[in-house]
């Protein structure tokens, strides 16, 4: 055998695992598409059964929202939830505030015409960022002791009935760690980007979600829109702040613990997303970084967790799914250098003719559903958007494969938040 053969041979083989690696992930989204399509053929329910509670059985709440110079958007998040229809004894809303500009000056003065209207709120103010938002809402637990958490990223505005439809539900599910509601967008139109991730979020809230909730299986809380059972959390030591996504670690120790989430479809909560490339590139790295980091720490107890096979193949499927861009990348160069040796790219084309057919597959079963069940548009809009994924996805593979490698290997990132305004 010449060296050049071995040489061939070598680049066909880690080319063949990487695709292998990405059709099993492909494939885990597709189990998630035909669950969607079951439970649509069902007629599946937006909010589950659970017996509406009188002001006198609501329990108290602590809605805990975290802010890091936040100056354009921060008077919205306070009067969304001063807004809310809910007691206001039973209501302490707590601003995790670690700005470091004129954002805590805005706050400051909301939060005291607030407190004369006779609402509970607390203008948390920590002297460092240690732990980033982990940190700061361990800090907040620690000043209350409701027994339901909510938590909401600063730019989203629930509608004024969230909690009084997602108590009860966590309340009748005594093992019930959390409840999660579907995310919405307000910026969804803003432009091509936007739309894009409209596409994106969309299949992860009402296919992803909302299929591994309806399947029993771990999905996760999203850092936003949900209400956490205290109990739950303070049962595994409360908030860890080594990852990026202390949301995704949360969710799975409680979930190791014996406890497990709710989805909730409606009432949507509308937030905000990244209008530009660098902005939504950057999210996109620390949340595939964070997943990373917990993966880590976490495979080997979901595997070794006394659940069923499926149940433990889907969580380390959710986890892991972040692979899927160094693997990406990886393939990209491996082609290249594979049709270099080989003076063409002939030998590849039936391997890329299948990933072309999985990934079309997956792009529309994750999209198309979700696109037409909640009437986003028409439909040349919808295929003119689509489009845009892979490309998009490629270039993101490419730019963050370095960087989750790096991460990997031990490297730690600083959180870098997302700008907002207003909308």
Excluded at 87 to 95: A, F, G, M, R, V
Excluded at 160 to 179: C, E, K, S
């Amino acid at each position: 055998m010449t060296f050049h053969s071995l040489l061939v041979g070598m680049i066909d083989a880690a080319l063949t695992l990487c695709v292998l690696g990405m059709a099993a992930i492909g494939v885990s989204f597709l189990v998630l598409v035909a669950r969607f399509l079951y439970d649509q053929a069902r007629g599946h329910r937006a909010l589950p059964d659970a017996p509406p509670l009188g002001d006198a059985d609501l329990p108290h709440v602590v809605l805990q929202i975290p802010c890091f110079n936040e100056r354009h958007v921060v008077e919205g998040a306070l009067r969304a939830a001063a807004q809310l229809d809910y007691p206001k004894d039973k209501l302490h809303i707590q601003l995790l505030d670690d700005s470091t500009d004129e954002t805590s000056g805005i706050a400051e003065a909301v939060v005291q015409e607030l407190k004369a209207q006779g609402f509970d709120v607390l203008h948390l103010q920590r002297e460092d960022r240690s732990g980033f938002k982990a940190g700061a809402c361990a800090q907040g637990l620690k000043l209350s002791d409701a027994p339901f958490v909510a938590m909401l990223d600063i730019d989203f505005r629930p509608p004024t009935d969230w909690l009084r439809l997602a108590i009860p539900v966590i309340v009748a599910d005594p093992r019930a760690g959390f409840v999660q509601a579907r995310c919405e967008f307000a910026n969804y139109r803003k432009n091509w980007l936007t739309r894009v991730q409209g596409l994106i979020l969309d299949g992860h809230f009402m296919i992803e979600q909302r299929s591994r909730a309806s399947l029993g299986w771990l999905f996760q809380f999203n850092g936003t829109g949900g209400v956490w059972r205290r109990a739950a959390i303070d049962s595994v030591g409360g908030w860890l702040d080594y990852s990026l996504t202390e949301d995704l670690d949360l969710t799975i120790r409680t979930a190791l613990a014996g406890w497990h989430g709710r989805f909730l479809e409606t009432p949507a909560i509308p937030g905000q997303m990244p209008e530009g490339m660098r902005d939504w590139r950057r999210q996109q790295r620390r949340w595939s970084n964070g997943f990373i980091q917990v993966a880590q720490r976490t495979i080997g107890p979901l595997w070794a967790a006394p659940w069923t096979l499926a149940q433990r193949l889907a969580a380390v499927a959710l986890v892991l799914h972040q692979v899927f861009f160094p693997l990406c990348a990886a393939a990209i160069v491996l082609t290249l250098v594979g049709a270099l040796a080989h003076l063409s790219f002939a030998p590849y084309i039936p391997l890329l003719a299948c990933v072309a057919a999985l990934t079309t597959a997956v792009v529309v079963g994750m999209t198309l559903p979700p696109y037409l069940a909640l009437g986003r548009g028409p439909l040349w809009l919808y295929f003119a958007t689509m489009a845009i994924l892979p490309p998009l996805f490629i270039y993101l593979a490419v730019a963050n494969a370095p960087k989750i490698i790096s991460t990997a290997r031990g490297r730690v990132e600083q959180f870098k938040r997302t700008p907002k305004i207003e909308h």
